[in-house]
């Protein structure tokens, strides 16, 4: 009877101890990016001896002897934390759903487990190049595929990547310019275009006037280290109004002194013949100069790649997205590492829309935890601890009183 009495204040003080606790922890992770705030939840203690009620149709039960409160802590796994951009290259965040976590993988146990946390980075083992997060956890993706696209199956991310990106050979060409109708015999255009094995030569483009026709030219090409030239003599003919009218299409064949070699498209319909300079307008072409590595990043939809001098990217992994059918039942393991259990269901892999519509390049998810809330929780469970320390010093005054009639 004397320690049934003491009962519900000392379980009201360890309860709302662990509470101040829970709201302590919260505040001290109010900046902890991908951070999902705890909260004590209490439940009624009821002593363990049932009163039975009823008849013979039926039975019915109650509890007697009430001995105070329990408590338990609850993760809001799901609640939405505010995205913030960041400056990082490899920091990126998920929004937009709270069913979705990033995949890490432990590398001596194989344990697998689940974040929102998104600010990784990269560490050195054994001569790879891993991504992992802030404990070393390596990040989980689809690893790129050389034909393009991304595999099936996730893993460990490695970023590997060529150090140099070779040069794009020219295919296509499109040029925009001016042959003068009078005063020159002949007129040369400069095109740069890109070999296999060069960054760039300039290969001339010819005109010469043909003797007896009128508003008639002949087209040859050379160009620098290697030779160029049609399968079929070329004459460009222009209308009396400067229009070209034949032919708008041809094809180039360049023959590099390597042994390198590449057919270029040529487009030329946008050539006219006016009187005037014989000044180039504008050129496209499609080869590209050869690139040095440069940084390496996640990017959009939650690819990591690598970004070269010339322009040029080169795919190297996907994030893996995780979700569940009950992701608030996820243990957590710290305020920002989770574990799935028998309570969340089957862990399912998101598929690539979930990833080009929630995820987040060089950004993070703020804390769920807020000063404001935080504060006022901590002023409520201040008072109800306060109030349970009377209630205990009432009992012991009124248990010493008992004693001291007895004497």
Do not use: C
Not at 57 to 69: A, E, P
């Amino acid at each position: 009877m004397v320690l049934s009495s003491f009962m519900p204040a000392v379980t009201g003080m360890d309860a709302q101890a662990h509470a101040l606790g829970t709201v302590g922890s919260n505040i001290a992770n109010i900046n902890t990016v991908g951070y999902k705030a705890n909260e004590t939840m209490f439940r009624t203690m009821l002593g363990a001896t049932p009163v039975v009620k009823g008849n013979q149709d039926g039975l019915s039960g109650s509890r007697v002897d009430i001995h105070g409160v329990g408590y338990y802590d609850r993760t809001n796994v799901t609640h939405q934390g505010l995205v913030r951009a960041s400056n990082n290259s490899y920091d990126v965040a998920i929004n937009g759903t709270g069913n979705a976590f990033f995949t890490l993988k432990d590398r001596y146990s194989g344990d697998v487990y689940y974040t929102r946390a998104g600010d990784f980075r990269t560490v050195t083992t054994n001569g790879q190049l891993y991504l992992v997060n802030n404990s070393g956890l390596r990040v989980q993706g689809f690893p790129a595929l050389e034909g393009g696209g991304f595999g099936s199956t996730p893993d460990d991310i490695v970023i590997s990547y060529p150090d140099k990106m070779p040069s794009t050979p020219t295919t296509k060409v499109s040029i925009t310019a001016n042959v003068p109708a009078s005063g020159v015999e002949n007129s040369n255009y400069g095109i740069t275009v890109y070999g296999p094995n060069n960054d760039g030569e300039t290969m001339n483009m010819l005109f010469t006037k043909v003797e007896g026709k009128i508003n008639t030219w002949n087209v040859t090409f050379n160009v620098n280290g290697g030779t160029a030239g049609t399968a079929e003599p070329i004459e460009a003919v222009f209308s009396q109004d400067g229009k070209l009218l034949s032919p708008k299409n041809f094809n180039v064949t360049v023959n590099w002194e390597d042994g390198s070699s590449n057919n270029i498209a040529m487009n030329i319909e946008n050539m006219t013949q006016y009187d005037g300079s014989s000044g180039i307008s504008n050129i496209t072409q499609d080869g590209k100069e050869s690139g040095n590595f440069m940084f390496s990043a996640i990017g959009e939809e939650g690819v990591v790649y690598a970004q070269y001098s010339n322009g040029k990217t080169v795919n190297i992994a996907k994030l893996a997205l995780t979700g569940f059918p009950a992701p608030d039942n996820l243990t957590a393991v710290s305020g920002t590492l989770f574990e799935a259990n028998n309570t969340t269901g089957n862990a399912y892999l998101l598929d690539e829309g979930a990833n080009k519509e929630f995820v987040k390049s060089q950004a993070l998810e703020n804390s769920t935890a807020t000063m404001e809330s935080e504060f006022s929780k901590m002023v409520v469970v201040q008072r109800a601890y306060g109030l349970n320390t009377r209630s205990f010093t009432a009992v012991d005054e009124m248990l010493q009183l008992i004693v001291n009639l007895k004497t």
